[in-house]
């Protein structure tokens, strides 16, 4: 079928705006309603499983160390996430009781196959997260967990980050709950948390008038930083990824905690940070580290929800208020202004939005 773009300039603004509703597709199909519990298809035993193995590449890989954040946290079971090139190469040490998970929206890309095939020669099961479920990488793996956000074209990827991310979410609450990490009544309390999910994405879209008024100071930078701890140090990553795709502009992702180690050399009074804190178990440590770059003449764009709004160090100049949810869904939440701060500083520099130069929407070559 023909992809319209409706009454919207870019795929990559349409695909933004689809998020609410691809995520609710996706998590629809990894819970039951009825119950409010996981029902992850594939019949998996979460209770079989030593260790989880992932490999992807690009915002593929992103949501992958997403997916170790929350399955870690959540279900105690030990994931490694690897950029798949990387991987392939270097003769990783693996044990055939570890799962491996391909995570490729294309299912397509071509490190990512061979670094899934490696796994498979070491005996491991295998496991895929696709969007599109007839590509190679689905057609090989024991199980297929699609996600359902339709077809992405813009060639930064935007919906499918998030329909991943709500897709491990879902894994990692089945894992919890199927090693006996939590109880009945809490993986009730998760899901009901996660299927509030698209409305509270739906919500964090409308910051877009807010982003785009940043977005005008921000295409002035050379360079910008992001950072965040915990689930935000993977979501930096990602809108730092964002940024450089599509506005050429030189951004890196940080853990917050690192800032000393290196990054602060940077700030100055042209370099814009973006700090992503919601008003979780971290945010003192992330207001800290706000401080610090304030006190260097850094200029903060402070992305945030309500309490930490209240709770802010004074002095930050621009602040991006996302709605209030529970930490479980803070990345899903989260990450719509990322994905429009990088649209809007695209647009103002007047670049290809859809087809950045020297990308490619899937890379089958190694
Ligand atoms: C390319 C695309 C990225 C994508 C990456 C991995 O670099 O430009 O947007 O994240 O490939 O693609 P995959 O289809 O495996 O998720």
């Given at each position: 079928a023909v992809m319209e773009k409706g009454n919207y300039r870019h795929f990559m603004e349409k695909e933004i705006h689809d998020q609410p509703e691809g995520c609710q597709r996706t998590i629809a199909a990894y819970v039951d309603t009825l119950t409010d519990r996981t029902a992850v298809p594939g019949?998996?035993?979460?209770?079989?499983?030593?260790r989880i193995q992932i490999v992807a590449c690009g915002t593929s890989y992103i949501a992958g160390m997403m997916g170790k954040y929350l399955i870690e946290k959540l279900a105690d079971l030990p994931v490694d996430v690897e950029i798949a090139s990387e991987f392939r190469y270097r003769e990783p040490a693996l044990n055939a009781g570890s799962l491996a998970i391909a995570m490729s929206q294309?299912?397509?890309t071509a490190d990512t196959l061979a670094a899934l095939r490696y796994c498979q020669a070491k005996g491991m099961k295998s496991a895929a997260i696709v969007n599109t479920v007839e590509s190679t990488i689905a057609r090989e793996v024991d199980v297929i967990w699609p996600?359902?956000?339709?077809?992405?074209?813009?060639?930064?990827?935007t919906k499918a980050f998030t329909a991943q991310v709500s897709v491990l979410t879902a894994l990692a609450v089945a894992a919890a709950r199927a090693r006996g990490r939590i109880d009945e009544a809490e993986e009730q309390r998760l899901v009901r948390v996660l299927l509030e999910a698209p409305r509270l994405i739906a919500e964090s879209i409308q910051l877009e008038d807010a982003v785009r008024g940043i977005a005008v100071e921000v295409a002035k930078a050379r360079d910008v930083l992001y950072l965040g701890r915990g689930p935000m140090y993977p979501l930096s990553l990602e809108g730092a990824l964002k940024l450089k795709e599509i506005s050429y502009i030189h951004a890196e992702g940080y853990a917050a905690g690192e800032l000393k180690h290196g990054p602060i050399a940077l700030v100055d009074e042209h370099t814009p940070i973006v700090i992503l804190a919601p008003f979780d178990s971290y945010f003192e440590k992330s207001a800290s580290n706000m401080s610090e770059v304030m006190a260097r003449g850094g200029q903060v764009v402070f992305i945030t929800d309500p309490d930490g709004e209240r709770h802010?160090?004074?002095?930050?100049?621009v602040v991006v208020t996302a709605p209030r949810c529970d930490p479980l869904i803070a990345p899903l939440v989260m990450s719509a202004p990322i994905q429009l701060l990088a649209y809007h500083v695209a647009l103002q520099k007047g670049a290809d939005v859809d087809q950045p130069r020297n990308l490619a929407k899937s890379v089958t070559v190694e």
């Open positions: 019949g998996l035993d979460f209770k079989a499983i030593e294309s299912g397509e996600i359902h956000c339709g077809p992405e074209i813009g060639v930064a990827s802010a160090p004074a002095g930050a100049r």
